[in-house]
């Protein structure tokens, strides 16, 4: 009930100028012709004023709702220079500048994304830009006016046309916005925005087109009444949108990329556009403004590309950084199995392609459960990490690699190594685990000992190296442990 009698309140505030507007001839008896843009200029200037009320709201974004206060000011600034200057009767061209300019900022914000920058020397080239744009439109329709400063009769048409295509314009940029936001806050700007600007396309399409149509009575009355419409209409959208809602972002990725790739784009063809209007009588000036506009952008767009370049090596770093804590057993800090089925395929390729054997160790603690049952499982950490240190330090080649497998398991690649070299480095992994001395109640000796076992093999055939290696372990360790077995060799004590 009580979202119903919102709802309501709504509808009656948008209806209450039209409303008066109709009604306050009758009671004053008399015509008011200025009536009409008195409430235009009030609605215009709360509506500015709601924007700049939201800017205290957490829930809206303060970059967006700077460009919406700003473009409304435009628009209030414009009917306050027109009632001031000419009565609101005839059409001072400074006027149409400032109606004009009340898209540029709406236009920065629907070009401005949050993948880009946010920094000061980016806001002032951003605002040297807004500021170039609207000096561009001025020397787009200074030509345009009379001796006095008034637009011309025969160049109504133009400028009606041109306000048209630019609302439009605006409307369906904040639709395809809307439709690819990706952020709750984002979603709900663009889409109260896209709302005002659909309205305000209406309202000023019927209202700029009166002229055009004098014969229809029911065209000028709509013409005055609707303009403040689509103002109250934005104020009571703050009002009611200015709470979180659920949101769900597009799963279509393209729609994202289509969104971020156009807005580049869109300033272009602003400043391409507005140069159109620039005559023959102010070349000079008007190509400077136009150089020093595109000058804007290409710096605009050189801030964002550098930008993307360097956050982009900044994620490469992070994601090597990542990459390699990824590829480490957390325990013993050597690589972990992930890093092992790698380093296999690689060192695989490179005997194949070089021809030369490859030799692999597959390494057991003895009788470890044993050890974590009766030390417990922090001292078994502890012998693991030795375990893992003093079987890295045989190895005496850079291309030599070892790893963790699993839970007491390790391994090793020795590329480029015979039978006779594995064997050697076996040898020597078994000794200096036994001479180590790690004590260990029930192992041999009383210390912690390994059982290896080590495969060989020459190209293609090196595929099977690690089951080899397996399978010679389990001959170690039921041969008596705290030895090394080749593949299909002989046993050998450690």
Known sequence: MGTTRRYLGYAVACLALPVAQVVAPPLAGRELPELAYYLMLFASGAACLA???????????????????????????????????????ENLISTYVLFVSYGVPLLYAAVSTRDE??????????????????????????????????????D?????????????????????????????????????????????????GIHNHDELHPNLPIFQQLADVLPTVPFVALICLLHAQRHRRPFEPTRHRWARQLSVSLAPGLLLAAIFA???????????????????AMLAYVVRVTQT??????????????????????????????????????????????????GKPLSALMIDVDLFKTFNDTRGHPAGDVALSAVARLLAGTLRRPTDFI???????????????????????????????????????????GRVTVSIGVATGLPPDVQSLVREADQALYVAKSSGRNRHVSANEALEPG
Request: proline residues 2%.
């Open 274 to 292: 507005l140069s159109l209007g620039i005559s023959e009588t102010q070349r000079t000036f008007g190509r400077v403004v136009l150089a020093l």
């Open 403 to 445: 790893a963790r497998y699993g839970g007491e398991e390790f391994v090793a690649l020795l590329p480029g190594a015979d039978r006779l070299g594995a064997q050697v480095v076996a040898r020597r992994m078994n000794r200096a685990i036994y001479d180590a001395q790690l004590e260990h109640t029930h192992g041999i000796d």
């Open 156 to 204: 109504m048409v133009w400028v009606v046309v041109a306000f048209d295509v630019e609302n439009v314009f605006l409307f369906l940029t904040f639709v395809i916005r809307s439709l690819t936001a990706t952020e709750e806050r984002e979603h709900r700007f663009f889409r109260l925005t896209a709302t005002f600007l659909g309205l305000y396309a209406i309202a000023a």
């Open 117 to 154: 920058p946010s920094m000061l020397s980016r806001r002032i080239v951003d605002g040297s830009l807004l500021i170039l744009l609207v000096i561009l439109c001025y020397l787009g329709v200074r030509d345009l006016r009379d001796a006095n400063g008034f637009l011309k009769n025969e």
């Open 51 to 89: 924007a700049l009320a939201c800017l205290r709201v957490p829930t809206y974004e303060r970059r967006t709702m700077v460009c919406l206060a700003l473009g409304l000011a435009c628009w209030f600034a414009g009917m306050a220079y027109a009632i001031a200057r000419s009565g609101a009767e």
């Open 305 to 354: 590309q550098f930008w993307f370049a360097r956050t982009r090596d900044m994620l490469s770093e992070a994601l090597a950084a990542v990459e390699r804590v990824s590829l480490l057993d957390e325990l013993t800090g050597i690589p972990n199995r992930r890093a092992f089925d790698q380093a296999l395929a690689e060192r695989t390729k490179e005997a194949a392609r070089e």
